[in-house]
């Protein structure tokens, strides 16, 4: 061997003992944020509403499982299909195409749901497939803490906005799981009338057979956490006295980014550099489609009527319409009576939240809009009329055709 030859290998042997120092360095420097050891848990509660961006909000920390955690934060999933996507992503595969599977999105909903059911012997919904039994839940979450070692829980489900209404026990037994956390509860809340509307749409979505608002509609959330906001929060407010409570007005949530910019931003929590951007999720049904969707829910086979919706959906993106959230659904009358019911409760957020009022603007939900539901609604008849390639189905081309008849004479 040549001098030459062996002065070359001593320099590709300092030269690979250089990059491994590198390597090892640079896994040293990415070690995963861990909590002090003396440091309490820090436990963010986010418990609705619904209709505010919280699907939205758990996709993005669904998706962001690996970076968060890294990061000290854990969103904890709670079945084996939650913790097979989370070693999916720990050993590097992709991200999901599409859509997340409902139980790695939406867990802690999963687990509200599950809750709920124990208590009072109703039934987890038919969309939450495969789920363990609540404590299996609680175990699977404790074992995450255990081995991430966060210095941050997330628990966000708006299913938890029903548990005090529902069974207010519900609050301290999940409470009890983290005897020793400093709390956080963070609630998004909309103006009623904009709200109701918009929640009413995803019933209509979701295929339930509803009065119109116009009518009657109001009823049915008068005396449900829908309506009274108070009762949504007013068991969590009393089981959390020491608590910091965040209370964010919609307005001001869309205002300052969207449900995940505002979440991290009154949380102090730390956004991870590298993350999946938030995806736009749950997108709402077009109010011009709201009363077709309505006669349809209650005229057709469950599955007619999902196609109808569906058809609804392309329709609305297509044709001519005034926005969605101008066009009136309630009527005078009912937005006078909406007003003058919610101000004990706009009262009562704004003594929590130390404001004078939480919601500034109630008075403006006395407006009527000013496009007219059902003038809007025949136009998206006529247009699914005119392209009926947009519904094949010979029976439901014929149900537009009569209900475009009978809109001629709706009021």
Known sequence: MTLKT???????????????????????????????????????????HHKVGSTSLQDFLARNYIP???????????????????ASLASG??????????????????????MMAEATKREVPSYHENLPARRQMFVAIKNQIRFNNPHTVILAAEVF????AVEPRLIRNLLSHFPDANITLVSTLRRIDEYIASWHGQRLKFGHSLPRLANNGMGAYETSIHFDYKLML??????????????????????NGGSVADFFDQTGLQLPKESEPERRVNDSLHRATYEIARRGNHDL?????????????????????????????????????????????????????????????????????????????????????????ILLDQELQQYIYELKTSFNNYS
């Open 301 to 389: 086979a469950p599955g007619k009527a999902k196609l109808l919706r569906k058809a609804l959906r392309k329709a609305a993106s297509e044709c001519d319409l005034p926005p969605s959230n101008q066009i009136e659904l309630f009527g005078p009358k009912n937005r006078e009576k909406l007003v003058r019911d919610f101000q004990p409760i706009d009262s009562y957020i704004a003594k929590i939240s130390g404001d004078a009022s939480f919601f500034p603007d109630l008075e403006k939900a006395n407006t009527s809009l000013p496009y007219c539901e059902i003038e809007c609604a025949k136009k998206v008849l006529e247009y699914l009329h005119c392209n009926q390639e």
């Open 68 to 86: 968060l955690a890294r990061e000290g934060i854990l969103y904890p999933f709670i079945d084996f299909e939650g913790l097979s996507y989370a």
């Open 234 to 255: 007013e068991g969590w407010v009393n089981a959390l006295p020491n608590a910091k409570i965040i209370l964010r007005n919609y307005t001001q949530v869309q205002q």
């Open 93 to 114: 595969h992709s991200q999901i195409d599409g859509a997340l599977p409902i139980n790695i999105r939406e867990p802690h909903n999963a687990l509200a749901f599950r």
């Open 6 to 48: 062996k002065l070359n290998r001593i320099h590709s042997i300092f030269k690979n003992d250089l990059e491994h120092r590198k390597d090892s360095t640079a896994c040293i420097a990415s070690s995963p944020k861990i909590r002090d050891k003396n440091a309490p848990l820090n436990l963010i509660l986010f418990i609705g």
């Open 161 to 164: 906005a029903n548990f005090n």
